[in-house]
């Protein structure tokens, strides 16, 4: 997977609500800020990964059946 790192500092400073409104107005995309504040573009994950994930999540629901322990769900918060 490639990531694409932006430095903006000190060209501009985004706050954690301006960051919260990129996101929002841009779903598809997948961004995150590290520690020093600098935008992560990240690319979507591959063919292989969705299958990864397909397989994790498989295994869940078949416990989740067997323990009735809770809900899985594919879904964000």
């Not at 919260?20 to 994950?45: H, S, W």
């Not at 397989?55 to 809900?71: C, H, M, P, S, Y």
């Amino acid at each position: 997977m490639t990531a694409f790192t932006i430095s903006l500092e000190p060209v501009i400073h985004v706050t954690d609500e301006q960051f919260y409104q990129l996101c929002q107005a841009n779903p598809e995309v997948k961004f995150e800020r590290d520690a020093v504040g600098d935008l992560i573009i990240m690319a979507p994950t591959g063919g292989e990964t969705g299958s990864h994930n397909a397989e994790i999540v498989a295994d869940f629901v078949i416990w989740n059946r067997q323990t009735r322990l809770g809900k899985v769900s594919t879904d964000r918060p």
